[in-house]
Nanobody, 125 residues
Framework: QVQLVESGGGLEQAGGSLRLSCVYS????????MGWFRQAPGKEREFVAA???????TYAASVKGRVTISRDNAKNTVYLQMNILKPEDTAVYYC???????????????????WGQGTQVTVSS
């Protein structure tokens, strides 16, 4: 049974930074591609970033340059460092695990196997 638990969300001012964490438990963490998604009220869940089992990375165009995804296989944790936050970054952020280990990394929510419960990020202007 795979479980994902996100943390690190909160209220931040525009221009600030937040680091989200997602702790994985279950089967071998290093065997999964890990992704971050977000969902704003009234909108569909959208891809933010993903990191593969070999460390390969993909970012959404809307966050590229402001966001860094990383993983620590020893801690079964994936991180999302977000800088220069904007009000439009306000959303619930979800981490997800995908058993696909190929390239390119997946960016559609339906392609991910496991999900966390989400952590709220609110950016004030």
């Amino acid at each position: 049974q795979v479980q994902l638990v996100e943390s690190g969300g909160g209220l931040e001012q525009a221009g600030g930074s937040l680091r989200l964490s997602c702790v994985y438990s279950g089967r071998t963490f290093s065997s999964y591609t890990m992704g971050w998604f977000r969902q704003a009220p009234g909108k569909e869940r959208e891809f933010v970033a993903a990191i593969g089992v070999r460390g390969e990375i993909t970012y959404a165009a809307s966050v590229k340059g402001r966001v860094t995804i990383s993983r620590d296989n020893a801690k079964n944790t994936v991180y999302l460092q977000m800088n220069i936050l904007k009000p439009e970054d306000t959303a619930v952020y979800y981490c997800a695990a995908d058993s696909w280990t190929g390239w390119p990394l997946k960016s559609r929510p339906s392609e991910y196997d496991y999900w966390g419960q989400g952590t709220q990020v609110t950016v004030s202007s």
